[in-house]
């Protein structure tokens, strides 16, 4: 077997063929006339560099299949082209490495060893280094991937919440999100809690009027209504009583809600904050939220300025709940069940 014979000038790469998933074959000419294979064996931290020089004469005693060569580069391709044809291939061993080619044409199988080549700490720094841009590299595209995922994940979750309500008017998830608070009332109890917005009524669906309301919803308990006004505006209130009755109420668990400024409006404890009317929509008092007797062809919707604050917590400036303006006509008017499981 030929020893290895060591070049004392760097060579020229000709061609690069990558074996398997971590072998990297290198095949090169030195001094014109030196054939120089190197295999390079991609290890997690530090490459392992394998190398041989052979010169013409070398190649021949091998394999008789170089003969028909006329130089060093003609070796290449042929060793290239054997590449190819899966006649070449990469056996492992101790501090060494082993090339075999298969018998092709009438030339017989033969190998040729490569010793492991000694690596120089400027060369082990700089495949450090490389390592370590490489691994970041990959921790930034997976961090990428990570944000593109969680965004399409939250898009589809969005997406779901809001196809789950039946809805015209709560079509955002954070509409979702603060109504659900607003019900579960930061309670331990309710928080694992899924809740179910049932629909009872939609005015332009089944038809404009308290009587239709009333018709829907009289005898339900725990019922969620909400206005959306021309102007955009989206307000409304819950209560656990039933909208039956001419009297006015009292539950402690009323609220009133403002979805423009994500507001929660609490009943002051003693006050009869509900006042159903037959005649009307959903009032809470004193006239805080007041409809009329139509809701899509009434303009006299109003909403109370002065004793606001005598009946329900949390209002800062006169008409609050639709920014400012005593009166509001009505675009769209819902009314849901609220079920807890």
């Not at 392992?48 to 003969?67: H, R």
């Not at 082990?124 to 280094?129: H, R, W």
Request: charged share 35%; proline share 3%; net charge neutral.
């Amino acid at each position: 077997m030929d020893s290895p014979k060591k070049s004392k000038e760097a060579y020229e790469i000709y061609e690069e063929i990558i074996i398997k998933d971590n072998y990297k074959l290198s095949l090169g000419l030195s001094n014109n006339k030196y054939l120089i294979i190197e295999l390079t064996e991609n290890e997690k931290s530090i490459n392992k560099k394998y190398t041989i020089q052979l010169s013409l004469q070398d190649l021949m005693q091998k394999s008789k299949i170089f003969k028909t060569c006329d130089g060093i580069n003609e070796c290449i391709n042929l060793i290239k082209k054997l590449y190819q044809e899966k006649l070449l291939s990469i056996i492992p061993m101790e501090n060494s490495v082993k090339i075999h080619f298969s018998e092709f044409m009438l030339s017989k199988e033969f190998d040729i060893i490569l010793e492991v080549k000694k690596i120089e700490p400027k060369e082990i720094i700089e495949q450090l280094s490389n390592k370590v841009k490489q691994l970041e590299e990959k921790i930034e595209n997976l961090e990428n991937w990570k944000k593109e995922v969680e965004k399409k994940i939250n898009g589809y979750i969005e997406k779901k919440q809001v196809e789950e309500i039946d809805s015209k008017i709560i079509t955002k998830k954070e509409e979702i999100e603060f109504l659900e608070k607003c019900l579960k009332k930061d309670d331990p109890i309710f928080s694992k809690k899924s809740i179910q917005f049932k629909l009872l009524y939609r005015a332009t669906k089944d038809g404009d009027g308290c009587s239709v309301f009333h018709s829907k919803v009289d005898k339900k308990y725990n019922v969620l209504f909400i206005i959306q006004t021309i102007k955009g505006l989206k307000f409304g209130g819950y209560t656990e009583q039933t909208w039956e009755g001419d009297n006015p109420k009292e539950d402690n668990n009323l609220f009133a809600f403002s979805l423009d400024y994500f507001k929660k409006y609490n009943p002051i404890k003693g006050k009869k904050c509900m006042s159903p009317d037959k005649t009307r929509g959903p009032r809470f008092e004193p006239w805080i939220i007041w409809t009329g007797e139509n809701f899509l062809s009434q303009n006299g919707n109003t909403c109370e300025k002065s004793s606001a604050s005598n009946y329900f917590e949390g209002f800062s400036k006169d008409y609050e709940i639709n920014n400012g303006e005593l009166y509001f006509t009505i675009n769209e008017f819902e009314a849901f069940q609220i079920i807890m499981s």
